[in-house]
Every structure is written in C-alpha cells, then in structure tokens.
C-alpha cells in the first residue's frame, strides 16, 4: 500500500503519468475502496453518515462520466481506466495531506486567529495544488498542452463544486 500511495504521491508532483499505471481490476478496487474511505472520513467530519455517503456517490458518478465524456471526445476512450485509476490516487494523496486542515477547520476557533489564518492558506495551496495536479493528469490522458490540461482541470473542479452546492448546500 505505500508503494501505491509513493506512486500517487509522485504523479501530483508530475514525475509520474497516468500510463505509467498498470491496467488492473484489482488496482482499480484498491484505489477505489481507498477514495472511499479517505473521502468518507473527510465528509464525515462535517455531515452524517448517510450525507458522506452521498457525497462520495455523487463525487464518484462525476469523475467516471465527467472523464468518460473527455476521452471520448478526445477518441482516446482507451486512456479511461489509467486516467480514473490517477485521478481517484491523487484526490487520495492530496486528501490525506488536507485532513489536518479539515479537522482544523471544522474545529471551533475564532476566524481571525493566526492559526486560522495559516489554515486557510494552507487549505488554499492543497486546493491549487489538486488544480495542478488534476492538470497533469488531463494534459498525459490527452496528449494536450499543460495550460490545456489546467483549462480541463479548472472545468471540472469548477463543476464538481457547482454539483455540490446543488445538492449539499
């Protein structure tokens, strides 16, 4: 598991790409059951159960058509199960690295506080980072530019919040 997680760690610093991932049913389940759990726990810091799971539902149709619909736009349908397979990695990595962050701000502490303040930035930088990251992988499933990958990225980060506020807020 922690080869996955090195490898995961090392695509969302761009030394890594999608098709270095090996086509695996049995990788797509660990990373799957891994995006689970790890979103689960974040959700579940601010919702009920049953509201964590519904937003690890909705998160997941997202990805899987919201990438679906790209690479067959793209004719490059074949790329689908590396490009979901990195995407969910990522979301994972850069979601364990938040945790503190979202445990931190779910805590009650006045807004003005230092440490709130140096939570939010923090908090700022994993998202950007999400961004770049979410970019690479678009830029390598694609074979487009990276400003091309980052306009994808941005897309469907922008989407995905849409999404959520339609449902959870």
Known sequence: MFELLKFFYELALFKKSPEDI???????????????????????????????????????????????????????LARYSQTFIALLGVDVVISLCAFPAIASLNTPMPEKSSFYLVVIFV??????WHWLAVGHIFRKALSESFIFGLGISLLYLMLSYLINMAFFA
């Open 22 to 76: 090996p086509i695996s049913p049995f990788l797509q389940l660990q990373v799957i059951f891994s995006y689970i759990v790890i979103s689960f726990l974040m959700f579940f810091m601010s919702s009920s159960w049953t509201q964590a799971l519904l937003h690890i539902a909705v998160e997941m149709i997202l990805i899987v058509v919201f990438c679906r619909v790209l690479l067959s736009w793209h004719k490059k």
């Open 123 to 128: 908090y700022t930088l994993l998202v950007l």
